[in-house]
């Protein structure tokens, strides 16, 4: 038997692989940095060019750099007390092994780095499955809107006349709205006995708006544009009937708002609709984001107009308010509008103030108003921000009220998705 020699090809294999291993360290240290700049990478380019992709090459690189050395220092050790066959047998023995133990381990830190910590390998669990209801945890409007499903439209006149504040009625209205754009004959029958009953006229109006955004589809490039115009003209003189009945009805006066940018009126006739709005309920929190949306650069403004906007209004809005979360819909729409949710909303400066804003709305306790669409649009947020700790208490809540926005078009398997998520990364126990 010899010492092992290290003036051979295989030490000489191995301190390569140790020089690439340091080579993919010194890459994924560098592109977590500002200094990623200095390897050709940009925060908008290509994912390969950009500093996420950056770090999942110098970590994959660096991954394999290390099995080779450690097969190279088995050949290396092996050759010197037994025969070539055996050192060969050592080499492929020790990376199969090593491979085997690490792939999974190391396969789920690629992903999370390459994804920006959004994607997990571990499916998530049946409970973790729960349907969408943008009535969330409102019975009494889910009780009224089944009624009104079965042509009954009455408890839906009750609810809406003892509701007294501004943002439940709207948000009671454009739920009652959403069914009548689908099935309208209880509201036809409604209008039919109480055509002055200023509930039923605003649930018209913001019916009008629904079915005309229907023709327009989701989408940025509009479709059915004739009709989706002649809908929102006839739902502007529903508006103005509606207002000539109650002219304070701030639920009337909100959808105004949307009928405003889709009919591209201008920016003068919005704000002068929108201080309306305001002059009657103060941080109304359906008008903000409808004037939030008008502001955004993918219609009449800019992203700077925008986010301004939005953090004058969160900054005015009282502690507790749904309306303090403003700021957190204006950072998902402009990460949406870069194309890099992840890379945008996982910045430093962005994930603080998500979290500030977040704090200001559960300051003394978030009022029961938009409570569960404020967890809704937290959990997103987070998720996206890639902050699990703090999606927990989001999600817990989004498991008993689930809505349809913001989450993706399958809101039920995304939402499921998110969950095994954050399970993965806080802990098996944390949403139990």
Same mark, same amino acid.
């Given at each position: 038997?010899?010492?092992?020699a290290?003036?051979t090809?295989a030490?000489y294999?191995?301190? $390569?692989?140790?020089?690439?291993?340091a080579?993919g360290?010194?890459?994924l240290?560098?592109?977590?940095?500002?200094?990623?700049?200095?390897l050709?990478l940009?925060?908008?380019?290509?994912?390969?060019?950009?500093p996420?992709?950056?770090?999942?090459?110098? !970590?994959?690189?660096?991954?394999l $750099?290390?099995?080779?050395?450690?097969?190279?220092?088995?050949?290396?050790?092996?050759?010197?007390?037994?025969?070539?066959?055996?050192?060969?047998?050592a080499?492929?023995?020790?990376?199969?092994?090593?491979f085997a133990?690490?792939v999974?381990r190391?396969?789920k830190?690629?992903?999370?780095?390459?994804?920006?910590?959004l994607?997990?390998?571990?499916d998530?669990?049946?409970?973790? +499955?729960?349907?969408?209801?943008?009535? &969330?945890d409102?019975?009494?409007?889910?009780?009224?809107?089944?009624?009104a499903a079965?042509?009954? @439209?009455?408890?839906?006149?009750?609810?809406?006349?003892?509701?007294l504040?501004?943002?439940?009625?709207?948000d009671?209205?454009?739920?009652?709205?959403?069914?009548?754009?689908?099935?309208?004959r209880?509201?036809?029958?409604?209008? *039919?006995?109480?055509?002055?009953?200023?509930h039923?006229?605003a649930c018209?109006v913001?019916?009008?708006?629904?079915?005309? @955004?229907?023709?327009?589809?989701?989408d940025?490039?509009?479709?059915?544009?004739?009709?989706?115009l002649?809908v %929102?003209?006839?739902?502007?003189?529903?508006?103005?009937?509606?207002l000539?009945?109650?002219?304070d009805?701030a639920?009337?006066?909100?959808?105004?708002?949307?009928?405003?940018?889709?009919?591209? &009126?201008?920016v003068?006739?919005h704000?002068?609709?929108l201080? *309306?709005?305001?002059?009657?309920?103060?941080?109304?929190?359906?008008g903000?984001?409808?004037? %939030?949306?008008?502001?955004?650069?993918?219609?009449?403004?800019?992203?700077?107009?925008m986010?301004?906007?939005?953090?004058?209004?969160?900054a005015?809005?009282p502690?507790?308010?749904?309306?303090?979360?403003?700021?957190?819909?204006? !950072? !998902?729409?402009?990460?949406?509008?870069?194309?890099?949710?992840?890379?945008? %909303?996982?910045?430093?400066?962005?994930?603080?103030?998500?979290?500030a804003?977040?704090t200001?709305?559960?300051e003394?306790?978030?009022?029961p108003?938009?409570?569960a669409?404020?967890?809704?649009?937290l959990? +997103?947020?987070?998720w996206f921000?890639?902050?699990?700790?703090e999606?927990?208490?989001?999600?817990a809540?989004t498991?008993?009220?689930?809505?349809? @926005?913001?989450?993706?078009?399958?809101?039920?398997e995304?939402?499921a998705?998110?969950?095994?998520?954050?399970?993965?990364r806080?802990?098996?126990?944390?949403?139990?």
């Amino acid at each position: 038997m010899t010492a092992a020699a290290w003036d051979t090809p295989a030490a000489y294999v191995m301190l $390569g692989a140790l020089v690439i291993a340091a080579i993919g360290l010194v890459v994924l240290g560098v592109a977590s940095t500002p200094a990623h700049r200095l390897l050709g990478l940009w925060a908008d380019g290509p994912w390969w060019f950009s500093p996420r992709g950056g770090k999942t090459q110098g !970590l994959v690189v660096a991954y394999l $750099g290390v099995i080779v050395a450690l097969a190279a220092l088995a050949f290396v050790v092996a050759d010197a007390y037994a025969p070539a066959r055996i050192a060969w047998t050592a080499c492929w023995s020790t990376a199969a092994v090593v491979f085997a133990l690490t792939v999974t381990r190391v396969g789920k830190l690629v992903l999370r780095v390459a994804t920006g910590g959004l994607f997990v390998l571990a499916d998530p669990l049946p409970g973790d +499955y729960v349907e969408a209801d943008d009535a &969330l945890d409102d019975v009494d409007l889910r009780a009224a809107r089944d009624a009104a499903a079965t042509g009954n @439209w009455r408890p839906a006149a009750h609810l809406l006349a003892a509701t007294l504040d501004p943002d439940t009625r709207h948000d009671r209205v454009r739920e009652l709205a959403a069914l009548a754009a689908r099935r309208g004959r209880w509201l036809d029958t409604w209008l *039919q006995e109480e055509p002055s009953n200023p509930h039923a006229l605003a649930c018209r109006v913001a019916a009008g708006v629904e079915r005309a @955004w229907m023709l327009r589809g989701s989408d940025f490039q509009a479709q059915n544009v004739p009709d989706f115009l002649a809908v %929102l003209e006839d739902t502007d003189a529903d508006a103005d009937t509606a207002l000539h009945v109650s002219p304070d009805d701030a639920s009337v006066l909100a959808s105004r708002l949307t009928v405003a940018r889709g009919l591209q &009126l201008g920016v003068v006739e919005h704000e002068r609709r929108l201080a *309306q709005l305001l002059a009657v309920a103060p941080h109304h929190r359906g008008g903000l984001l409808e004037a %939030l949306q008008f502001k955004a650069a993918k219609w009449f403004g800019s992203s700077e107009e925008m986010l301004r906007f939005a953090r004058t209004e969160a900054a005015a809005s009282p502690a507790g308010h749904a309306s303090n979360l403003l700021v957190v819909v204006a !950072l !998902l729409e402009e990460g949406w509008a870069r194309g890099d949710s992840q890379r945008f %909303l996982q910045g430093r400066e962005v994930r603080a103030e998500i979290l500030a804003a977040a704090t200001r709305w559960s300051e003394g306790g978030p009022s029961p108003v938009g409570r569960a669409w404020g967890h809704n649009l937290l959990a +997103y947020a987070c998720w996206f921000a890639d902050l699990p700790q703090e999606a927990v208490p989001h999600l817990a809540e989004t498991h008993r009220h689930l809505a349809t @926005w913001p989450w993706h078009d399958d809101p039920r398997e995304a939402h499921a998705q998110v969950r095994a998520w954050a399970r993965e990364r806080v802990g098996a126990s944390a949403l139990d």
